[in-house]
């Protein structure tokens, strides 16, 4: 254990699992039984002996994976210990009875201890990064531009600048406000530039990550409302709540459509105006309708008039069929962001059905078309497509809904229509996704069974720095990210409950858990005792109930593990009260890591993230370049580390392809973090000591074995999600399950994740049977995102069943 103020209680603890040189007399009974107790002791101990091999200071990495594959938790039948013969003694790496029998816990059946360091496959050191991207003197990309160019320059009303500027301290535009903003204010423009058409187009916006694209679509629409509604302009002037919606931005995240609203009402909250007769913002009402929210509030507010409207898609498309008294007739803007999102699989038809019924509905002018006439109101409805990763998405949209659109970008492209919709395919090759220049994109290569460990040492490196031989803490925020639900809950829990002492973080119902394994052994082999069978607790540990769901205490938690740094989760199956609070507290706490799904990858401004960690590879490389992006945002530095598996190597050509470009950090790097004494080369004990007390955490408690279990299949069905460019990478043939299993703290891989315990979980599994296309049972079951619950996989119920007649109807 560390000794010198570490702020990471990695090893030792109640349930390290270091246990040591146990000598146990054996008692009572026949003496066939105490001699048979008496081995079992004896080879626990060497056993011992044989998880702490690092200490030897062996080299463990690579090692040769054995020809019969072996290494694998499940050993060939040959190498398997029989009860009758008991140890093997000369063959360390072979698993005896002891370490058998010592996996006799929480599933009832036999496991094997097996060491971190040994059958790992060989990882290739070869593979240079092409360009040297994370050098020091990179000039941001995302950053507001350098030259002479202001807001007031481009024709933002004056008011507006100084409040952006007062208020804001946004001072300068950033490259894609600079090149977006003139053609998004069209014939409302003040200032004339005979290159921009001075008509109203629809806009395709496509720019880096935290390049400010949220204000590049929000501001011009504040800017004409408000000029609009100035009677000095010598226009006749008009602005009435009365109006109705007079724009729709639609996100594909409730936290993004949250984030949208904040920005809107900041820029809203603009003082009025010093010129007598002016007048100004107070008319128009910003609002928001998500899911998660009730839905006669929403009405109510709808009723009374929201003009600019922050919405996802399910719920528009359902306030647009249901609620009366929602006006749209005047609609003048439809922001689609994070388009490419929005017109994905899933999406994609409730988007149809709004266009449709927004066309439908703005057809027949309403009663103000009088009053909307003068220059700052579009002619037409004019729909703006935004995102980072947008291609042939806008295809997909132009013949539908887009008319003639503009393709702007942060570099400086400003393509006629027929470039950005006919050109779009012919351009895909050189239209790579970039990420901002000054992000430093870096990629682990570990082997499966080394995963978790690594994971830990790479947070342990962001929070802590050695200073004069002494570890001290640092403030960093970190967002990991996972490919499903049931990971996030499984992490969020053990790195908030590892470490700590029994009986605290664990429910009454696991008390018989409480028994520290080695003893338990010793127990059933003196006693001759059969296991006791274990049950599924009552209470899961997460997700929370409906109760946590409606009153959020708290978001976050700490552990011993990672000793004072707030742990928070987000994704999609948690209550919209603790997303709400996770994304509120994390955006504004100092230092904290966050592990989460692909619910927040995009768009989510969380300010000063330093590190991305990608534990589980994304399932499309626009995923990526979202993930990546929520570090390095407006010009700050920036690191993103990707986890990858030995056999995935691969995928870093496909970014290279991309441009992507990730150096690789050797996983020894990383493990070194460990290692308690500045001097000592040795990671291998503190990563097996931290293994080790991982997996007693995760076996003390049924609970959070079950969990496990469940994160375990939910992660490897995510697994086979990946698009089929990827899939000879990423595929299932490929994962060694033993090994992948110890990444989830387990000794060996769980059976069957339908193996269900509880009453409740076999009804709730038996109704998701029932559901069309969910016949989870079925071993051959095919999976697929479950839009719904945005951007995550949560298990079973997410899952889409083979293809049968039926469903195929
Ligand atoms: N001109 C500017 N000057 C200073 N700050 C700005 C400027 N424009 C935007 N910002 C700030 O930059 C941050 C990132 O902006 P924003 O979230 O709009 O980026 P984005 O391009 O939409 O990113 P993403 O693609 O991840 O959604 C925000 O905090 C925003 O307030």
Known sequence: MDDDGLMFNFGGGSDSGAVTNRKTAAKGGKWRDRLKAKKAAKSFNRNQGMLSEGSTGQPALPKQPRSDGAGSTRLPKSDKPTTKDGVKPKDNSKPTEAHTTASKIAHGKAQVMSSLFTFNPTIERNYKAEKDVNRGDVVPSNAPVADTTTFLGIGIEPDLVEHMTNKLSITTPTNIQKNALPILLGPSRTVLDAKIPSKDVDVVVQAQTGSGKTLTYLLPIVNRLISASTSLTGVAAFGDRSVGTVAIILTPTRELAQQVLTVLTSILSIPPSKTPGKKRNHWIVPGIVIGGDKKSSEKARLRKGVNILVSTPGRLLDHLKTTKSFSIENLKWLVLDEADRLLDLGFEETIKDIMKIIDERTATPGKFKQAMTNKFWPKRRQTVLCSATLRDDVQK????????????????????MAVATQGMSAREDDAKFTTPNQLKQTCVLTPAKLRLVTLLAMLKSCYTTRKGGRMTHKNNKVIVFFSCCDSVDFHYD???NA?????????????????????????????????????????????PTQQAKDEVVGVSGTGKLLEHVPIFRLHGDLGQAIRSQTYQEFGQAQSGVLLCTDVAARGLDLPDVNRIIQYDAPSDLKDYVHRVGRTARLGKAGEASLFLLPSEMEYLDILKAQDLHASIIPVETVLAHLTTHANSQDYQTPAQELQNMLEQCVLRSSERMNLARKSYWSSVRAYTTHSAAEKHIFHIKKLHL???????????????MNETNSKTQKKRQQKNDRLPGMNTSNNRTKRKYDQASEFAISGAASMVGPRTKRNRK
């Open 397 to 416: 949209l132009a013949g539908q809904s887009l008319v003639d659109p503009v393709f702007v970008s942060g570099n400086g492209d400003v393509s006629s």
């Open 494 to 496: 053990l790195f908030i």
């Open 499 to 543: 470490g700590k002492p029994r009986n605290e973080g664990e429910n009454a119902s696991d008390d018989s858990d409480d028994e520290d394994p080695t003893q338990k052994i010793l127990r059933e082999v003196l006693d001759g005792q059969p296991p006791k069978k274990k049950h599924a607790s009552r209470k899961p540990i997460t997700p």
């Open 738 to 752: 033993g090994h992948y299993a110890k990444s989830f703290a387990m000794r060996e891989a769980p059976s069957d």
